[in-house]
């Protein structure tokens, strides 16, 4: 078989699969195309959406996301040490337009999953044959006595929330004095992406190594054991020496934040003696985000 027709029949099957997996009729002759809607349009909603369109294109998609860009995760932590700029890491949604995708830009208000229909913050509602939720992860806010969203500009967490977040933290680096500290609290499992923190210890490391010599960065951590630690050990005791310092779990007194005082500028970690940082980073514990469903 030439391989032009081999990579039709196989682009053929993967379509007839992915519409039999979401229950899709297939090829069914006079009958109006299937409507696939997808809220969130994140890694998962636009992976899914692209995916649809290139292996069941008679599909029609539907992605509803509130935001018009999107700014990754990965490499988040090149754009905090001053290696790459935001816009790096900042994708549009003009790539699925371009492969059909019919993208709305509005704020979600509710799932109504019997009905097969989302409700947007203006009062319309979308309907599909089949709905996808791609919420992504929100924080568990009352995980740290005194810290919650007010707070996030202050004490920022820099993972979701765009480029603001991430602007936020490169600039208190920037603004801390040659001697100042940097800590970072880390939950305990599970979370998305385990090596993150200890990335992001590095990263920061790194530039404090270039422009503050005598700053240090702490790590609070939640863990006895960390992803890949040895590994993250081995790179710091040869990059960065005693300016990363880790204190885990019950071995240590770690066990992350219970307590931030905002007023002054403390945190206090389980177990341990209080602290004051020049500037703070706050992984918290995290939960699937989720719209509210609503019925019909």
């Not at 809607?37 to 290139?54: N, W």
Request: net charge positive; aromatic share 6%; with cysteine.
């Amino acid at each position: 078989m030439p391989r032009n027709n081999r990579r039709r029949l196989l682009r053929g099957l993967a379509g007839a699969a992915a519409l039999s997996v979401l229950g899709l009729p297939v090829g069914r002759a006079g009958a109006a195309p299937p409507q696939v809607v997808i809220a969130g349009g994140g890694f998962a909603g636009a992976t899914c959406a692209l995916a649809l369109r290139r292996f069941a294109p008679s599909v029609r998609v539907t992605l509803v996301d509130r935001q018009d860009s999107f700014v990754t995760g990965p490499f988040c932590n090149t754009v905090i040490a001053g290696l790459r700029p935001v816009s790096a890491i900042t994708q549009t949604h003009e790539g699925l337009s371009a492969a059909g995708v019919k993208v709305v830009h509005a704020d979600i208000d509710g799932v109504e999953p019997t009905a097969r229909r989302i409700r947007l913050g203006d009062g319309r509602t979308i309907a599909g044959d089949r709905l996808i939720i791609a919420p992504g992860i929100d924080f568990e806010w009352d995980a740290i006595d005194g810290y919650g969203p007010d707070h996030v500009e202050r004490i920022p967490h820099a993972w979701p929330g765009g480029a603001r977040q991430l602007r936020t933290l490169r600039d208190q680096l920037r603004a801390m004095p040659d001697n100042g500290r940097v800590i970072i609290s880390t939950p305990d499992n599970p979370y998305r992406c385990p090596p993150g923190p200890y990335e992001r210890a590095s990263l920061i490391a790194h530039f404090l190594k270039q422009h503050r010599p005598d700053a240090d960065v702490l790590i609070l951590d939640a863990k006895d054991h960390f992803s890949k630690e040895p590994l993250f050990r081995t790179g710091w005791g040869a990059r960065y020496g005693e300016r990363v310092q880790w204190r885990g779990g019950r071995r240590a007194g770690g066990r992350g934040w219970s307590k931030w005082m905002p007023q002054a500028s403390v945190c206090v970690p389980r177990a341990a003696t209080n602290t004051q940082p020049m500037c703070s980073i706050s992984f918290r514990p995290r939960k699937p985000a989720a719209w509210q469903p609503m019925p019909g």
